[in-house]
């Protein structure tokens, strides 16, 4: 039986860099991956944070105070609950985890709420230090290494740096290459089977007409019961 793991690649624009201080979170972005492969589905929400946003976050993200006067606060059900929905229990893939993670927590210590354990959290700035020491391992020079298309990322917005993550993520875990596993999943000794993992959540329907199947089956009849291909039909 095929299990799929459900992660959330992750990142959060705030005012400042004082996450225990002042501080607060104006932006979230969440990609749902299965697979370590995106499937479409995100989350992405601005939020007033109460308080001016810094030169230099203007500076990185564009976002200014009147973008965000009208929107609601964290703790709006519409922000926090709706993001702890769309999380779950599934692990959290971030860049520089610990940032992202410490800013969520105190808003959700604010909120009433429970904070992010740090085993839900997978680093990739660690998984990139770790497979390519002493490189560059901004998020920016790991989109250049694997050729992920970043030109849109003038500035910095959580649900793009969410989604350019995704694909950072999938190359640190593997690239491509995963979606051929060479196991069977089981931890018995039991021989293993050559499996393809299809790089969708859903496979794609069949484009084999009705006529055509018809005509395939006609055909095979044609071949009798001791041709070799009936020894490979399901």
Not at 158 to 172: G, I, N, T
């Amino acid at each position: 039986m095929s299990t799929h793991l459900r992660e959330i690649a992750f990142d959060t624009e705030t005012t400042g860099l004082d996450w225990a201080g002042d501080d607060r979170i104006i932006e979230v972005g969440a990609v749902e991956l299965v697979n370590h492969v995106p499937t479409g589905l995100t989350f992405h929400e601005r939020i007033n944070p109460r308080r001016p946003v810094s030169a230099k976050t203007i500076e990185i993200t564009g976002i200014t105070d009147d973008m965000l006067v009208d929107k609601p606060y964290f703790e709006d059900p519409v922000i926090v609950d709706a993001l702890l929905e769309f999380i779950g229990d599934s692990p959290i893939v971030a860049h520089n985890a610990s940032f992202d993670r410490s800013f969520l927590n105190a808003e959700l210590v604010r909120c009433g709420k429970v904070e992010t354990i740090e085993t839900q959290w997978v680093d990739t700035l660690e998984m990139a230090k770790k497979r390519y020491p002493g490189a560059p391992a901004s998020l920016d020079a790991l989109c250049k290494r694997f050729n992920v298309n970043a030109e849109a990322r003038t500035l910095h917005g959580a649900l793009l740096d969410s989604q350019l993550l995704a694909e950072v993520y999938l190359e640190l875990r593997g690239g491509r290459a995963r979606s051929f596993d060479f196991s069977d999943g089981l931890d018995d000794g039991d021989s293993a089977r050559f499996r393809v993992a299809h790089q969708r959540p859903q496979p794609l329907p069949s484009l084999v007409t009705g006529d055509e199947a018809e005509q395939h089956a006609a055909f095979i009849a044609e071949l009798g019961d001791n041709a070799i291909w009936s020894n490979y039909r399901d």
